[in-house]
């Protein structure tokens, strides 16, 4: 028979982890959420200056100073900022997928709704991660294929397209 203390020493790890997962899990989906509360206010603010650039430009100057915050009070460390040729050159320009993606969701929101541009910017990210996985671009792990991820895939892809009718 096992003592109780015993029992609760087998499952703390396993307990451990799954709360470590959920909390994780929890702070991604606000994160998600946070990016739907993003395009719905700038596409608000679209309207006041009349430009998707200029709102963009707006926005990424909030992010920027939301950020230099972040970093100056030191919550997540500050890091250093490394020689130019210490890294892949393509990996200082991601924040041109930002623009993009801010650009494209102004633009998309007032004619086809929050709920499709999201669908449709999900399934793109499935699809990309999916090929991301499994070629181990980048320097992503590399994970296989498998038939349960091709279905997860073309299960969301699925609900994109019911999204899309009106």
């Given at each position: 028979?096992?003592?109780?203390?015993?029992?609760?020493?087998?499952?703390?790890?396993?307990?451990?982890?799954?709360?470590?997962?959920?909390?994780?899990?929890?702070?991604?989906?606000?994160?998600?959420?946070?990016?739907?509360?993003?395009?719905?206010?700038?596409?608000?603010?679209?309207?006041?200056?009349?430009?998707?650039?200029?709102?963009?430009?707006?926005?990424?100057?909030?992010?920027?100073?939301?950020?230099v915050l972040i970093w100056a009070s030191g919550v997540m460390g500050r890091g250093t900022l490394p020689p130019f040729n210490s890294v892949p050159k393509w990996a200082w320009f991601g924040g041109i997928f930002a623009v993009y993606y801010l650009m494209a969701s102004l633009i998309a929101i007032p004619k086809i709704g929050a709920a499709a541009v999201f669908s449709l910017v999900i399934a793109g990210q499935i699809v990309a991660a999916l090929i991301l996985d499994t070629t181990g671009a980048f320097g992503v792990p590399q994970l296989a294929l498998n038939g349960s991820r091709i279905l997860g895939a073309a299960l969301l892809i699925g609900g994109v397209i019911l999204i899309q009718k009106r």
């Open positions: 028979m096992v003592a109780d203390g015993q029992a609760v020493q087998f499952f703390a790890p396993w307990f451990n982890n799954m709360l470590t997962r959920l909390l994780f899990f929890l702070v991604v989906a606000l994160g998600g959420a946070a990016l739907t509360l993003q395009v719905a206010w700038n596409a608000r603010l679209r309207v006041a200056t009349g430009s998707p650039v200029l709102t963009t430009l707006i926005s990424l100057c909030v992010s920027l100073l939301s950020l």
